[in-house]
């Protein structure tokens, strides 16, 4: 399944599942117009297990409204989630940033898996424009592929993560770079990403992607282009820490919940900045599409 968020001229925003070239209502399939579900976040706050609720309804013959998927202007899947955390399990892309600044990439990285939380209120959507900091120079995108959490879960085993994983999605990982080699060195952290934050254009739940997970990582192709020329042919599949270890350390001693988003980390060559200075950093008026395998593209603009 692929689930969105929506909005229809006045009308929403709206939970909604992308059926071909249509978006389905999940207020109106679910049976819940006398309180309408306002974003996936909702959806899985809502119902223990959405995709068999969604599942029975679409085999039961509930009222079904429909709109093209054209005509409508599609919001982050997610709108508040309680938490945005950012993690990373790319060798290539943590030492290739580390060496721009001038760092090399710590010790504790090797000993497990590490993150860091993110602003969730300048969370964006396809389509959106998102502005530079004041006098910056130095934007980047970050191409990720992010978890969606569907069940509540603290100090939760690796054997166990799949059981409270919802789905995946797209995860641009705006990022200052000057700023965050001030601050950080080697991660950018903090004000250097406290800014914008692009996530879209759905979730897509974790059985369409099953085929791809290999050993706790998943394997799928990710590519980025900046006003319509390459700039990022990879892929999430080479992970150092899989999936399961980073879960187990984000929910030791701290509870996830339905909705919270976790970014894995930018995938090597995910970003200008391991580029040597061979590519420009973005300016007014760019575009950025990140695109990911069995997800979809995340398209957003600099703003001009």
């Known amino acids: 399944m692929k689930l969105l968020t929506y909005q229809y001229k006045f009308f929403g925003p709206r939970a909604g599942m992308k059926l071909d070239d249509e978006v389905l209502d999940l207020t109106v399939l679910l049976n819940c117009c006398s309180s309408p579900i306002s974003d996936i976040g909702a959806l899985l706050r809502r119902f223990d297990d959405p995709v068999a609720a969604i599942q029975a309804a679409l085999h039961s013959g509930a009222k079904q409204e429909t709109l093209p998927l054209c005509e409508v202007s599609l919001c982050p899947p997610i709108l508040h989630p309680a938490s945005l955390r950012d993690s990373s399990l790319f060798e290539a892309h943590s030492n290739g940033t580390s060496k721009s600044n001038g760092h090399t990439t710590p010790p504790i990285w090797y000993e497990r898996p590490i993150y860091f939380y993110e602003n969730p209120n300048d969370l964006t959507g396809p389509e959106a424009v998102i502005s530079r900091k004041a006098g910056s120079v130095t934007l980047d995108y970050e191409a990720e592929l992010a978890l969606v959490v569907g069940k509540s879960g603290r100090n939760v085993t690796t054997e166990h993560t799949l059981e409270h994983l919802f789905g995946v999605t797209v995860y641009n990982d705006w990022t200052d770079r000057a700023v965050g080699g001030q601050e950080v060195g080697f991660l950018g952290m903090h004000k250097s990403k406290d800014f914008a934050a692009g996530l879209g254009p759905w979730i897509v739940t974790m059985d369409e992607v099953m085929d791809r997970w290999n050993d706790g990582r998943l394997d799928l192709k990710v590519d980025v282009f900046v006003n319509g020329k390459q700039t990022t042919d990879s ?57 990911i395998e069995r997800i979809g593209t995340l398209r957003q603009y600099v703003k001009r």
């Open 235 to 291: 892929s999430t599949g080479t992970m150092y820490w899989t999936i399961p270890q980073l879960f187990e350390v984000i929910t030791q001693d701290c509870t996830a919940v339905p909705g919270d988003v976790i970014g894995l980390g930018t995938v090597g060559g995910g970003c200008l900045a391991e580029r040597g200075g061979t590519l420009p950093y973005l300016a007014d008026g760019d575009t950025v599409e990140i695109r």
